[in-house]
């Protein structure tokens, strides 16, 4: 450890390994805690399934707000082929399959079955409100 940073030598360079990172979705964790494999990438893809297209100047493509889907008018086809998109920009994503449920009562639930160089698992994202985001872990299947 150096000086008074709690850190262990080296937390940078293992942040930057592929499949690292802060975690957090609508926001960074406010302890700063690390997440890895599985979790880093469920929490990348509701990260891009949270930020609106284009709000990253520097990656024009990355985002699809989902939350914005619900209430409007859209049927469920578009907004799978969408996340489906924004899954497959992440690089650890070999293939993705999404079925959406979009309620009457103003609810949209996307079940997201990834498959990685692990093989193939399955989580949920769900905005009950259009304004929250919940992300449910699943089996691997």
Do not use: H
Not at 16 to 30: H, M, N, T
Not at 71 to 83: F, H, L, M, Y
Not at 100 to 114: G, I, M
Request: charge should be negative.
């Amino acid at each position: 450890q150096t000086g008074t940073d709690s850190r262990p030598d080296g937390w940078w360079e293992e942040m930057a390994e592929l499949g690292s990172d802060i975690g957090g979705v609508l926001d960074i964790d406010p302890t700063l805690r690390v997440v890895r494999g599985r979790d880093a990438l469920v929490q990348a893809v509701a990260r891009r399934c949270t930020t609106p297209n284009g709000q990253l100047l520097w990656s024009p493509s990355y985002g699809y707000d989902l939350r914005g889907e619900v209430g409007a008018i859209v049927d469920a086809p578009t907004v799978e082929s969408r996340i489906r998109a924004q899954c497959l920009l992440e690089e650890e994503v070999e293939d993705a399959e999404v079925t959406v449920t979009l309620s009457a009562a103003k609810e949209l639930r996307a079940v997201v079955r990834l498959t990685d160089g692990e093989g193939p698992f399955t989580f949920t994202i769900a905005s009950p409100d259009g304004l929250t985001i919940q992300v449910f872990a699943g089996e691997d299947t």
